[in-house]
């Protein structure tokens, strides 16, 4: 209560007295996770539950030609066990195109196979019994007849007309094309010096560490179905259960309560977890499925798996004058629905010189069919191949030259006051940062200390280098993501806020929350804007059933869309509470204002009346308001962007790292970033969505890779096997901001989700680059294991 | 094989007598006999952590030993050292760091840390890193829990002085 008191109308929602906004408050309610007693959907048990485990294919590409499970429903506490063609009276199968992705296609998708598997662990039966040890055991016993295919795994050879047609029916392999072409790339480039290099980007999954999961409970007498899931998109799992079981949407409540860990992977919604609610549905109780981690690795979306071919024009000045791609990418043998799985190629042709002025742009982008598991979007959908080419062949570029990489960048990127702007790729941009960033980057890292040192040390045989990256992130994605090609995934979200009977807030929210801290934001944004201690605020979310409808949290849309929506609820309903305080007060609602949950005199402070007061008053004596007065303590809004179909967000990062030429490994010192996500609503919660995706990006640069082998095998399904980021091997990472609010809203909030997993890659590569330039190793490949690298250096 | 066998131990300090099955996992007794969620189950297979317990005072992967070889001894579980006010300090400072993002990892990460700081009062950045390291987190980075453990080192030694 040390602000002053301006008329309320005056002042912006943001710097309110005793506004949480830019304020880094803990999170409220993560002493349920601190004591261990969350609740994820994997520690829900509802009576009379049965557990499913599902019979997978030990092959990649195989026709079934017999299943004999007689044995297995003898065995003890076995309740069903259901094959792909017993379910699909149940449940249809789906088809994951979209229609504004042109050319997009694939073939039908059953919940568990009918007749033929198309990779090593589509599930071919499911097992349901009384434990899950019970359903282990059965499955044991079960025997299936196949007869094996031949698998595409190389997708290079999956183009070729030699190579077997994965679904006949589509004619060919090639799933979704598409090409850009911006500018005359063959005039630029002929008068250009010419740098080109082939990007490899191993396969890699999202391993949340609690495992997908879901509970699915149909009561046949209410004809409902309630779906427990951990899943970032509630509605979207609302609409495509009802839609494939034959429900109104009105029949399917879907509980989303904690998740342990997303990041993109619980976006989708999979063929096991179909079969669950249809499994539910046909044996009339609840059932329970949580993938082993096993199953997570061959079943949870993979990711990436880029062979990108990259040319960049340069001047001797520095001048870049051309960017040209050709991406091909591996999506496994549907595209994932109801996202598709050509999005993330499409994002990379998309973002690829994004940051850079120049107008000459050329790409093509192909996604073809495999026999290996889905590949779909995660964490930073496109962002990091599209960062990574970029970046290297810009730092090419520079070396062709002989310019230092920072000094091309602050050449080429597009001015800060160029904006509004386009890309080439047709990309709108309101407003980006690129050169603020940069220059704040190279103030944190010291970057001509750090150049010293790095030459005072290569004298002594030690070999660092520093790699800079700067991008640019989708956010706050609206309708041309998704609803423009038909999905039913929602774009807008909405919050609901109403004052209870002892003047707290309830908040109900369509954003849902695993971790990235939504619950905290909406307190945060409602408590500011209402006047009310944030300890007095509850969120409510992740409940179809008790929410309004909406998109959910993916992409970076939670803060600058809920959040928006949830400013402008609390505003509605902050109208609403002044309007029936100036009855009360005999007062007028601008003479007033809410702070520090009472409503108080607007022009000095003075306090009227308690919020509690003023709710006992509405609730339990509203004969004593003036006649023709209804208050209304409840009020609901819902935001979407609609200038710009994305808030694009920029930034930049930095490695500093060894490497060990005897040996390979690479040690990472230092990292910084810098990002631009326009209004900040919770600098910690920033500054950590950040870093952890920093870390994400660091384990695809360094450890991450699915392994197949050549007939789909995947090799290294374990976490002793599939190496992740420790934190013996992670360094400390710093992160400075530049903030340009977007005016779409009056939050001005951007996303942060994505930008740490976009950069972080394309920055060691091209610190390793940079360290090994003296030996003439270029490396274009990643995870940079030792192997990769001392085969670069020609030791092995 | 399938034949229950009778265990008696302490859990959080109660006595629980049970029959269970000797294939039976610590994680899954815990969690599905006796209804204690906080110990989560991440990887099976004694990679990640998540299922860290403490049994007779040494923390162990509750995943990796089974429920028949608790027989006889006191094992301690999130919920039993949150209710005892043992690592109420640390979960302060993880609240205060935002030291978890999903929380799976924390139970786990939680009891790991406080068997570091029973062990050594002081321990520096990298130490806290090498104790931590077999504790997977995939939403922090680590740095923060980091921070956590490191700032609750530097207030038990402020309290002790």
């Known amino acids: 209560m040390t602000a002053t008191h301006a008329p309320a109308d005056t002042l912006s929602v943001l710097d309110r007295p005793n506004s949480y906004i830019g304020k880094s408050v803990p999170r409220p309610n993560l002493d349920r996770l601190l004591q261990g ?16 485990v599902f019979l997978r294919s030990p092959y990649a590409h195989a026709k079934i030609v017999a299943i004999d499970a007689a044995a297995a429903r003898r065995m003890s506490g076995v309740i069903s066990i259901v ?177 342990g860990g997303s990041f993109g992977i619980k976006v989708h919604i999979y063929a096991d977890e179909m079969a669950t609610y249809a499994l539910s549905k046909l044996l009339r109780r609840p059932v329970k499925f949580v993938a082993d981690r096993v199953e997570s690795f061959n079943t949870d979306i993979h990711a990436r798996d880029h062979r990108c071919r990259g040319r960049i024009g340069v001047l001797k000045d520095g001048t870049i004058t051309a ?100 890309s080439p790729s047709g990309m709108k941009f309101e407003q980006l940062s690129h050169h603020a960033s940069l220059t704040k980057l190279l103030q944190m890292m010291d970057y001509d200390a750090l150049r010293a040192e790095q030459a005072a040390l290569r004298t002594r045989n030690v070999h660092r280098g520093i790699g800079i990256a700067s991008f640019i992130e989708v956010t706050n994605p609206s309708a041309a993501f998704y609803g423009v090609g038909g999905a039913r995934i929602s774009s807008q979200d909405g919050v609901a806020v109403r004052l209870d009977a002892q003047g707290s807030v309830i908040c109900q929210t369509s954003i849902t929350e695993q971790g990235q801290g939504s619950e905290s934001l909406t307190a945060q944004i409602v408590g500011s804007v209402l006047g009310v ?76 009346i308690e919020l509690n007061e003023l709710a006992r008053i509405v609730y339990f004596r509203p004969d004593t308001l003036p006649p023709g007065i209804q208050p209304e303590l409840m009020a609901t809004r819902h935001f979407v962007p609609r200038q710009y179909p994305f808030a694009f967000t920029n930034g930049v990062q930095a490695s500093w ?52 082998d050549e007939r789909g095998q995947l090799t290294n399904a374990n976490m002793a096997d599939y190496l992740v980021p420790m934190s013996g091997e992670m360094p400390d990472i710093e992160i400075g901001h530049v903030v340009s609010p977007t005016l779409e809203s009056e939050l001005g909030a951007k996303g942060a989700g994505e930008a740490g997993t976009a950069g972080a890659a394309a920055a060691v590569a091209n610190a390793v680059n940079d360290a090994l330039r003296q030996f003439g190793a270029i490396i274009t490949e990643i995870p940079l294991t030792p192997q990769v690298i001392l085969t670069a250096l020609g030791r092995i | 094989m399938s034949v229950p066998v009778s265990i008696s131990l302490l859990v959080n ?128 980075g680590y740095q923060a829990i980091l921070d956590a453990v490191e700032a609750t080192a530097k207030t038990r030694a402020e309290r002790r002085a």
């Not at chain 1, 409940?543 to 970076?556: K, Q, R």
């Not at chain 1, 849309?557 to 009360?584: M, P, S, T």
């Not at chain 1, 520090?596 to 005199?601: A, D, K, P, R, T």
């Not at chain 1, 060990?660 to 950590?688: A, M, R, S, Y």
């Open chain 1, 83 to 259: 094959t792909g063609r017993e379910l699909e009276d149940v449940i249809t199968p789906w088809v994951g195109v979209l229609s504004h992705l042109k050319g997009l296609k694939s073939a039908p998708q059953h919940a568990i196979a009918v007749d033929r598997v198309c990779w090593q662990g589509e599930a071919v039966a499911a097992v349901v019994a009384t434990s899950r040890a019970a359903a282990e055991d059965a499955m044991e016993h079960i025997t299936v007849d196949y007869e094996e295919l031949e698998a595409v795994t190389d997708m290079r050879a999956a183009l070729d007309p030699a190579t077997p047609v994965i679904h006949a029916a589509l004619g060919d392999n090639l799933a979704f094309e598409r090409t850009i072409n911006a500018g005359d790339v063959d005039l630029a480039l002929s008068e250009s010096e010419v740098v080109e290099a082939d990007f490899v980007f191993g396969r890699h999954t999202g391993v949340t560490l609690e495992p997908r999961a879901v509970v699915a409970d149909w009561n046949a007498a209410e004809a409902r179905l309630t779906i427990y899931q951990g899943t970032q998109a509630p509605h979207m799992v609302q609409n495509i259960a009802a839609l494939h079981l034959g429900l109104r949407e009105a029949q399917v409540r879907v509980v989303c309560k904690d998740v």
């Open chain 1, 657 to 708: 790292l060894e490497v060990d030429t005897e040996t390979g490994f690479v040690t990472l010192l230092k990292h910084w970033v810098v990002e631009d996500c326009g209004t900040i609503i919770n600098p910690q919660l920033v500054d950590e969505q950040i870093r952890g995706g920093v870390v994400q990006g660091l384990g695809a640069a360094l450890f991450e890779k699915c392994i197949y």
């Open chain 1, 533 to 608: 201690s944030m300890e007095r605020v509850r969120v409510i979310l992740g409940d179809t059933d008790n929410t309004p409808y909406g998109g959910g949290t993916w992409a970076s849309r939670g803060a600058g869309i809920g959040g928006e929506a949830a400013l402008q609820a609390a505003k509605a309903l902050r109208k609403n509470i002044l309007d029936v305080a100036a009855a009360i007060l005999q007062s007028t609602p601008t003479g007033l204002d809410i702070v520090n949950n009472s409503i108080v005199n607007a022009d000095d402070g003075a306090p009227r």
């Open chain 2, 13 to 140: 300090g109660e006595p629980i007598d049970a029959f269970v099955l000797p294939r039976l996992n610590l994680a899954d007794f815990l969690r599905e006999n006796l209804k204690l969620t906080g110990t989560h189950v991440g990887c099976e297979h004694g990679v990640c952590g998540a299922c860290t317990v403490r049994v007779d005072g040494e923390i162990v992967r509750s995943c990796l030993m089974l429920a028949v070889q608790a027989q006889g001894a006191s094992v301690e579980t999130i919920e039993g050292l949150s209710d005892s006010g043992e690592v109420a300090d640390l979960q302060a400072a993880f609240r205060e760091r935002n030291a978890l993002q999903c929380g799976y990892c924390t139970p786990g990460m939680l009891i790991t840390a406080q068997d570091l700081l029973k062990q050594v009062s002081m321990p520096d950045r990298q130490a806290i890193r090498e104790h931590l390291s077999g504790n997977y987190c995939r939403c922090t």
């Open chain 1, 37 to 52: 007693r969350g609740q994820y959907v994997s520690d829900l048990e509802l009576p009379r539950m049965a557990h499913v």
């Open chain 1, 323 to 422: 960017f040209e791609i050709d991406d091909l990418t591996g999506i496994g043998p549907y595209s994932m629905y109801p996202r598709t799985s050509a999005i993330e190629a499409n994002q990379v042709v998309n973002l690829v010189g994004g940051p850079y002025v120049t107008p000459n742009y050329r790409a093509r982008a192909r996604v073809v069919f495999q026999n290996k598991n889905v590949m779909c979007q995660y964490r930073a959908v496109g962002h990091p191949i599209a960062c990574s080419v970029t970046e290297g062949l810009v730092d090419l570029a520079a070396a062709k030259i002989g310019m230092d990489p920072v000094e091309i960048r602050r050449r080429n990127l597009i001015a800060d006051d160029a904006y509004p702007c386009a």
